[in-house]
């Protein structure tokens, strides 16, 4: 059965960090380009960051360059995207997807950036 299990989500104030996970099982995660993606009310999923099957290459919105980090763990099969500077606008449910044409989806994690 395949899982993609999000956590780190949670109400943090402008300026401040976080740290999401995104813990995969049945599926062969070292084989998968992995990705963020994100969702806030009213508007449509946009990606966040993409991270290919070793690592080597990453990819980010405009919005989040240089503020947020995609690295991952094959011998976790755990992607994770660090979260710096966070802002109002960055308050979204965020979602982990597995394959450079997103094959699975794990159920989200809310980011609240808010004073």
């Known amino acids: 059965q395949v899982q993609l299990v999000e956590s780190g989500g949670g109400l943090v104030q402008p300026g401040g960090s976080l740290r999401l996970s995104c813990a995969a099982s049945?599926?062969?995660?070292?084989?998968?380009?992995m990705s963020w993606y994100r969702q806030a009310p009213g508007k449509e999923r946009e990606l966040v960051a993409r991270?290919?099957?070793?690592?080597?290459?990453?990819n980010y919105a405009d919005s989040v360059k240089a503020r947020f980090t995609i690295s991952r763990d094959n011998a976790k099969n755990t992607v994770y995207l660090q979260m710096n500077n966070l802002k109002t606008e960055d308050t979204a449910m965020y979602y982990c997807s597995a394959g450079a044409t997103p094959r699975y989806w794990g159920q989200g994690t809310q980011v609240t950036v808010s004073s």
């Open positions: 049945g599926f062969a995660f070292s084989s998968y380009a």
């Open positions: 991270i290919t099957i070793y690592g080597i290459g990453t």
